[in-house]
């Protein structure tokens, strides 16, 4: 290869990323085409708005019943536990009421008995005394 060719070469690779009216390689667009292809993609950006708008309506619906269905059953466990609460202190007054002799301890640690049996010793200094 000569120096002729490969300037040739160098010449249209630097030249074909250039847009000008001088380019070889690449046909012009026309106008009719490029209002083709604005007709064409108008609706298919205005499609894709709708739809896009359509899936976010989706989830925001979703994740909105979903909080409301565990804000609910959170709400029915604080019901249920203050409702045992109110049915426990109820049953201990009811029980302290009945015998207000006894004391109930619920939480206490098991302590053995035992007795102390005190041997009175009189030892020979007592006695003398």
Do not use: C
């Not at 209002?35 to 298919?44: G, N, R, S």
């Amino acid at each position: 290869m000569n120096d002729e060719q490969r300037r040739i070469i160098i010449r249209r690779i630097s030249g074909y990323g250039q847009a000008g009216s001088d380019s070889q390689d690449r046909g012009s667009v026309s106008s009719i085409n490029r209002w083709v292809a604005l007709a064409i993609m108008i609706p298919v950006l205005a499609l894709m708005a709708v739809l896009g708008v359509f899936f976010f309506t989706i989830f925001v619906a979703l994740f909105s019943i979903i909080a409301v269905v565990v804000g609910v059953r959170i709400w029915w466990l604080r019901r249920k536990f203050q409702r045992a609460m109110e049915q426990a202190n109820t049953d201990h007054s009811g029980q302290a009421a009945q015998s207000s002799e006894s004391i109930i301890v619920e939480d206490a640690e098991i302590i053995e008995e035992t007795t102390v049996k005190r041997e009175s010793k009189k030892t020979r200094g007592d006695v003398n005394s």
